[in-house]
């Protein structure tokens, strides 16, 4: 099998139906391969990083408590961030989140699996990345935490715990169930030790 194409229909007209700190709402005229027109609504996307900081010698993973206000919920989730700094190295992005949320660092990092969350709707696309080698780490200079952000919570559950909360229906974080289901398989597989190298390419992000 190939995989995902890197295509774009050519797009006759786009406009911004609203503005936001972070996404915005547009709308694009699109002309098909068969020459008909369609328009499609969408949200903009900086993209993000996730990170699954697994302790293998304790078999925990690194997770957060957020308050998400679109859904009304505190989530159980891996610790993760936009893409919203300028020429970032996506790996980088990883590790400062990664110190920013649960003050920790890493020694090996690997890509675990990349996805487009909400392809339909969302132009974003995650990454999650396997941290290993976990050592304590201080939050970056001038870091300050607010908003959600400021009442988060961060602490360590066993690996197995979160596998039965996900499918048992009580967690429902996208990146913590792609990240925790993404570590399963390759460690049932046989796959750890021939996971991409964390610098590895990121081909939905060539455009």
């Known amino acids: ?5 890197l ?5 006759t007209s786009h406009e911004v139906l609203a503005a936001g700190a972070v996404s915005s709402f547009v709308e694009d005229e699109v002309t098909t391969p068969s020459g008909e027109s369609m328009r499609r609504q969408y949200l903009t996307h900086p993209g993000a990083v996730a990170i699954v900081a697994w302790d293998e010698k304790s ?4 997770v957060v408590r957020q308050y998400r206000h679109p859904v009304r919920m505190e989530m159980v989730e891996i610790p993760a961030g936009l893409l919203d700094v300028d020429g970032e190295d996506y790996l ?13 660092a890493a020694d090996t990092w690997n890509v675990l699996v990349d996805v487009c969350t909400s392809p339909g ?3 974003e696309n995650l990454r999650v990345y396997l941290a290993r080698g976990l050592r304590p780490a201080e939050r970056p200079d001038g870091f300050e935490l607010e908003g959600e ?3 988060m919570l961060h602490t360590f559950v066993p690996r197995a715990e979160l596998l039965d909360a996900i499918f048992e229906g009580r967690c429902g974080s996208p990146s913590l169930a792609a990240g925790l289901l993404s570590l399963e398989a390759a460690r049932l597989g046989g796959r750890l ?3 991409r190298p964390g610098d590895a390419d990121w081909p939905a992000r060539r455009a």
Do not use: Q
């Open 149 to 151: 952000e400021a009442h």
């Open 7 to 11: 295509v774009s229909w050519p797009v």
């Open 193 to 195: 030790e021939t996971l």
């Open 121 to 123: 709707g969302l132009a």
């Open 1 to 5: 099998m190939h995989g995902d194409d």
């Open 92 to 104: 980088a992005a990883a590790a400062r989140e990664l110190a920013e949320e649960a003050e920790l």
């Open 59 to 62: 078999d925990e993973v690194a």
